[in-house]
């Protein structure tokens, strides 16, 4: 009977011993799995992939996306208000308008005083021209500011001005 007991205790301490390996290997291999994650973390962390704080490269993307936000704002001229009659049929429309000046550069092109006249008298006559219907809205002041760019470019030869700005515009 005792030789019963001990065969039959061979195979429970054999199957006893198994368990413990297969553990011991499932162990083995969860620890080898958490190192090849936080590795690959620290990889895609390291390369950018996972954005982090205080590097250069982000730093410089920064600094690009600001720069992208900002457009470079070029020199500004304020011109003298204009009063002008509007084409309307019975004439009793006025229009006052005062406009600021972007142009491209930094500063104010040299030749833009010396065509001033020339210039006051292009708007003249473009603003005589229109009508209350043609300028009360936004659209028909957006396509204003564009003749008007378009004038003064032509009048001074070259593409100097960039924008037109309305920092006063009253009809009566």
Same mark, same amino acid.
């Given at each position: 009977?005792?030789?019963?007991?001990?065969?039959?205790?061979?195979?429970?301490?054999?199957?006893?011993?198994?368990?413990?390996?297969?553990?011991?290997?499932?162990?083995?291999?969860? #620890?080898?799995?958490?190192?090849?994650?936080?590795?690959?973390?620290?990889?895609?962390?390291?390369?950018?992939?996972?954005?982090?704080?205080?590097?250069?490269?982000?730093?410089?993307?920064?600094?690009?996306?600001?720069?992208?936000?900002?457009?470079?704002?070029?020199?500004?001229?304020?011109?003298?208000?204009?009063?002008?009659?509007?084409?309307?049929?019975?004439?009793?429309?006025?229009?006052?308008?005062?406009?600021?000046?972007?142009?491209?550069?930094?500063?104010?092109?040299?030749?833009?005083?010396?065509?001033?006249?020339?210039?006051?008298?292009?708007?003249?006559?473009?603003?005589?021209?229109?009508?209350?219907?043609? #300028?009360?809205?936004?659209?028909?002041?957006?396509?204003?500011?564009?003749?008007?760019?378009?004038?003064?470019?032509?009048?001074?030869?070259?593409?100097?001005?960039?924008?037109?700005?309305?920092?006063?515009? #009253?009809?009566?």
């Amino acid at each position: 009977m005792a030789e019963e007991k001990a065969e039959a205790a061979a195979p429970a301490a054999e199957a006893g011993a198994e368990a413990p390996a297969k553990g011991g290997k499932g162990k083995l291999l969860a #620890i080898v799995g958490v190192v090849v994650l936080l590795g690959g973390g620290a990889a895609a962390w390291f390369l950018g992939v996972i954005p982090h704080g205080g590097t250069k490269h982000e730093a410089e993307a920064k600094e690009e996306t600001k720069q992208l936000e900002q457009p470079e704002v070029g020199a500004l001229q304020a011109l003298d208000p204009f009063i002008a009659n509007l084409a309307d049929e019975d004439g009793k429309r006025y229009l006052k308008a005062t406009l600021q000046l972007e142009f491209f550069d930094a500063k104010v092109p040299d030749e833009f005083h010396s065509h001033l006249p020339l210039i006051r008298d292009l708007l003249l006559t473009l603003f005589t021209s229109k009508t209350f219907a043609e #300028i009360r809205t936004p659209q028909g002041k957006t396509l204003l500011r564009e003749e008007i760019v378009n004038r003064l470019n032509r009048a001074m030869r070259k593409d100097a001005v960039k924008a037109v700005y309305f920092t006063e515009f #009253i009809v009566q």
